[in-house]
């Protein structure tokens, strides 16, 4: 499973304590309750060297990934309400944020699936655009893309 969580965090002199995750789930093996808790704490960092550190590809794939199902989402809640240049607005969003990142096996698999959607939609196929746009979005934040 995959998680994504996005932080604006302001800048800060001295280290603290920026939020707390808590995941609890079934133990498959003795049958009980498992609890985690971690808290998320920072190094202070200038600017400079903020803006030094390394992108992490997978974690920038996996957001993007999960963006653009956002999008697919959005796009058929506009055409839901007959609102076509919104929904044209999500899909060219979608195609602009997978173009910002280094093309990779998932992301160009992601291309083909919204290029196919782009045609549903310039066909005007709305039926098979909403099924497809609804499908292609759930499978990818449930990880089954």
Do not use: N, Y
């Not at 707390?20 to 600017?47: D, I």
């Not at 390394?54 to 609102?83: G, Y």
């Not at 083909?112 to 709305?126: D, I, K, N, Q």
């Amino acid at each position: 499973m995959d998680v994504v969580v996005r932080l604006t965090v302001p800048a800060m002199r001295t280290p603290a304590e920026l939020c707390r995750f808590r995941l609890a789930w079934q133990s498959a093996k003795e049958g009980s309750r498992v609890e985690l808790v971690c808290a998320l704490e920072l190094p202070v960092l200038r600017k400079a060297a903020w803006e030094a550190l390394p992108v992490q590809r997978e974690v920038q794939e996996r957001s993007v990934l999960l963006l653009i199902a956002r999008f697919k989402r959005e796009a058929t809640r506009c055409r839901a309400i007959r609102d076509r240049e919104g929904a044209l607005r999500w899909l060219q969003e979608a195609r602009r944020v997978l173009s910002s990142i280094p093309q990779t096996t998932e992301t160009a698999r992601e291309s083909e699936a919204l290029s196919l959607l782009e045609r549903h939609f310039a066909e005007e196929s709305w039926e098979k655009f909403d099924k497809m746009a609804k499908f292609q979005a759930h499978q990818q934040r449930h990880g089954k893309a």
